[in-house]
Every structure is written in C-alpha cells, then in structure tokens.
C-alpha cells in the first residue's frame, strides 16, 4: 500500500506518512531544510564525505520523499544517485506530488536492498545511505552480514555507510549492527540524541563506517548544529554499544 503524503507544519512542506509514522519530510522549495534530526545526522555524512560541492556517487537504501537524494542534488550539483525503493506505488505518488528536480541524475530502481544492492558495481559507490524501515523497523537482513558484505563489496576504498537505526535502550539492534559492521570496516562511529541515550524513548541512531572516517569533522558537526548530539568514537563505540551479534 503507497504511503500517505500530508501537508507539514511548515509552508511547503510534506510529510511521507507510512505505518502510521512521519517517515521523511521534503520542503520542494529548499531541499537543505531537513525536518527530522538524524536526517541532519546523515545529511552532515554527506556534507563531509568529499570537499565542498564535488559530486558524489550516493546509493540509497530506502527512498519515501526521496529527502536526502533532493539535498545531494541541490549540494553536490552532478552527483550520480541510485535510489532502492521496493515501493513502487509510493515511488508513483510521490513522482506525481513530489516531484523530483529535472535532470536531477536521481535514478530509482523499484527493488528492496537484499535484492538490489547485489546487482551494483564492486567499487562504484561513494556512499551507501540506509533508511530502510518495514513495520515501523529496519528490517533486520539489511543489517546483517550477507548485506554488509555487499555494502562493502560496492563502496570505493575510502567510502562510507551511513544507517538509520530505530532502536531504544539498551539498543539491541544497533549492537548487532556494530557487530556485524565491525566484520566489514575498521572504523565506526555512532550519534545519537540524548534523550534515546537516557532511555527516555525509541530514537533514531546513525551508524557511520568506512575505512577511513572524517572523525574530527562528524565531531565539530556534532557539537555545533542547531541540534547536537554525541558521537561514539574509537573504544567508546565498543563501550557503549558493544557485546551484540551480527545478524545472518
């Protein structure tokens, strides 16, 4: 069933409403205004991912609003994107009432991740963007090690993952995901709001892995926005986040 596309409390905004959750929002006038703050988390991902306006090859694990892929356009002009949305009807409604940017180089492929990513280039992606939820969750085989193999299989050497992670405390799921990206890449980092930290309610964490991490920039990012959140970094990730298994 398509998602439901509402008016947002901002003028010009919309909301991509599916099982019954604000899913993403979009303001089609200005695609740098993000409404929901992991959304910021990942887009500051994106921000320093290579310098100041050079395209990037982005790979998007879940599309709704198509928010992120919007940003990159109106960041990173030229940037080749693939988008995986299994949902096609939502894919139509939000093309019909959304509309994507003209030659925005935002091509979508109406298959799921386990299904789409195999088909991907070794080597051809920048970064891999994981917002994938099914039920309100994120499906747990696009955290598991068949998937992060081949997330690591298509990322270039100095690449990164960036994943949305709807957990609560004491964050079984993202300890698996630490588990089973640890297989992958040497280097992780995880933010997060502080209020998912105390265990007050389900938040969103953002898991960020490569070979190579831009720390000291993700670290000023997250001291300085207008919504600051903690980084894991280094032991802290283990820490705070260790002890799970990887997923099959």
């Not at 019954?20 to 303001?27: E, H, P």
């Not at 994106?46 to 306006?53: E, I, N, S, Y």
């Not at 799921?112 to 195999?118: A, C, E, I, N, Q």
């Not at 964490?205 to 919504?227: C, E, I, K, M, Q």
């Amino acid at each position: 069933m398509a998602g439901t596309i509402t008016e947002g409390d901002r003028p010009g905004s919309y909301v991509v409403w599916l099982d019954d959750r604000a899913q993403s929002q979009v303001d089609l006038d200005d695609p740098t205004w993000l409404g929901f703050d992991y959304v910021r988390r990942i887009a500051d991902v994106l921000d320093v991912a290579a310098p100041a306006g050079e395209p990037l090859r982005v790979l998007h694990v879940g599309g709704a609003a198509m928010t992120l892929p919007r940003y990159v356009v109106h960041t990173r002009p030229r940037s080749a994107q693939v988008v995986l949305e299994p949902d096609a009807a939502l894919v139509e409604e939000v093309r019909r009432r959304l509309p994507l940017p003209p030659r925005s180089g935002i091509k979508v492929r109406p298959v799921d991740g386990m299904s789409g990513l195999p088909a991907v280039r070794d080597d051809s992606t920048d970064v891999v963007v994981l917002d994938a939820f099914a039920g309100g969750a994120v499906p747990p085989e696009l955290l598991g090690r068949v998937f992060l193999g081949h997330v690591r299989r298509v990322l270039t050497g100095g690449g990164l993952l960036a994943a949305n992670i709807a957990d609560r405390a004491p964050f079984p799921l993202v300890r698996s995901a630490v588990a089973g990206v640890r297989e992958h890449f040497p280097e992780i980092v995880v933010g997060a709001e502080p209020a998912t930290l105390k265990g007050r309610r389900e938040g969103n964490l953002v898991l960020v892995a490569g070979a190579r991490l831009p720390v000291d920039a993700l670290r000023r990012r997250a001291a300085s926005g207008a919504a600051p959140y903690r980084l894991f970094t280094g032991t802290a990730v283990l820490d705070s986040f260790g002890g799970g298994r990887p997923l099959p």
